[in-house]
């Protein structure tokens, strides 16, 4: 009796297949560069936007932390950031993303950029 390999469903299941295991950080790395796609700029002394994430089995929750210029629409470049990192991650490394919490970090505003630093001066 012959069998087709491709029919075979222990042959084309997981087993066959193996497992691939990614690394928390990779994935927090994903989502980090994918804020920063998703950000208009990052702001003049301002850092780059970090995450954390927590991976369970085939989804995963992410944290990032960014730096917005002020003023600036910071409900839309947060609902951007959330968008382009969820898409980012589910496409990049491919788990659910089921939840993308943003936490804005610093405004940074021109006229505090260019004002002496406040404290005692020697």
Same mark, same amino acid.
């Given at each position: 009796m012959v069998t087709d390999l491709a029919d075979d469903p222990v042959r084309?299941?997981?087993?066959? @297949?193996?497992?691939?295991t990614i690394a928390d950080r990779v994935v927090a790395k994903v989502a980090a560069?994918?804020?920063r796609e998703a950000l208009d700029s990052v702001p003049e002394g301002g850092s780059k936007p970090h995450a954390s994430v927590v991976v369970h089995r085939d989804t995963a929750r992410v944290s990032v932390s960014l730096d917005l210029d002020y003023p600036s629409d910071v409900g @839309?470049?947060?609902?951007?950031?959330r968008n382009r990192v969820r898409t980012r991650v589910e496409e990049l490394v491919g788990?659910?993303?089921?939840?993308?919490a943003v936490?804005?970090?610093h405004l940074h505003s021109a006229h505090t950029r260019h004002t002496?630093?406040?404290g005692r001066l020697a």
């Open positions: 084309d299941g997981v087993r066959d @297949r193996g497992a691939t560069r994918a804020a @839309r470049q947060c609902g951007a950031v788990l659910e993303v089921h939840e993308v936490h804005v970090e002496s630093p406040r």
